[in-house]
């Protein structure tokens, strides 16, 4: 199985503040056809998960643009530029190139 | 307007077999491109994918769980089913549904879930 290890596993924030999280793979997310099929979710308390980004950098829709994500290979970062307290919640990046596995989660938390 | 909706005994006990059905609108499984996926979630804790299936009727299962699901789908009726053998109270969770679309393999509308809860 594809380990998805993310850190940190709790972040705390203040509104305005920017944040990153970081999800490493234990094995190459890229596939021979040059795809890269690592997402990012939110949960927020009491929901269910809702996608962010797909395919590393793509916003989902209706997602706001201060999220963002990035990375290659095995390593993705996923950036929210001013948190907003909507944003709080858990962070679970997901891969697909392999058998799909979740990262265990970032929990975001009003400092 | 995408919908899901799960659906599940809410307990059952161990070594019986779960059954659970996922209903949905605003899409179909015949039309190119569609999938429906389950993933689960034990209170208080992570994401856990456990199955795929595809407008083709491809399907794809989560190794370590392969021996104990079947999913399956009825396209007339809008829905995707998912059995899980032998259940034990390590299957006690969250079960939702959600639709995949094939271009690129996300979970872009979830279900509310259904809590399954395994007891004797």
């Known amino acids: 199985d594809v380990v998805l290890t993310q850190t940190p596993s709790t972040l705390s924030a203040t509104i305005g503040q920017s944040v990153s999280i970081s999800c490493r793979s234990s094995q190459s997310l890229l596939d021979s056809a040059g795809n890269t099929y690592l997402y990012w979710y939110l949960q927020r308390p009491g929901q269910s998960p809702q996608l962010l980004i797909y395919l590393v950098s793509n916003l989902g829709s209706g997602v706001p643009n201060r999220f963002s994500g990035s990375g290659s290979g095995t390593d993705f970062t996923l950036k929210i530029s001013g948190v907003e307290a909507e944003d709080l919640g858990v962070y679970y990046c997901m891969q697909a190139t392999h058998a799909d596995t979740f990262g265990a989660g970032t929990k975001l938390e009003l400092k | 307007q995408v919908t899901l909706k799960e659906s599940g005994p809410g307990i059952l006990q161990p070594s019986q077999t779960l059954s659970l059905t996922c209903t949905f609108s605003g899409f179909s499984l015949s039309t190119y491109g569609m999938g429906v996926g389950w993933i689960r979630q034990p209170s208080g804790k992570g994401l856990e994918w456990l199955a795929n299936?595809?407008?083709?009727?491809?399907?794809y299962y989560n190794p370590s769980l392969k021996n104990r699901l079947t999913i399956s789908k009825d396209t007339s009726n809008n829905q995707a089913f998912l059995k899980i053998t032998n259940v034990d109270t390590a299957d006690t969770a969250t079960y939702y549904c959600?639709?995949?679309?094939?271009?690129?393999?996300?979970?872009?509308?979830w279900g509310p879930g259904t809590m399954v809860t395994v007891s004797s």
């Open positions: 299936i595809w407008w083709d009727d491809d399907k």
């Open positions: 959600a639709r995949m679309l094939g271009s690129y393999w996300y979970f872009d509308f």
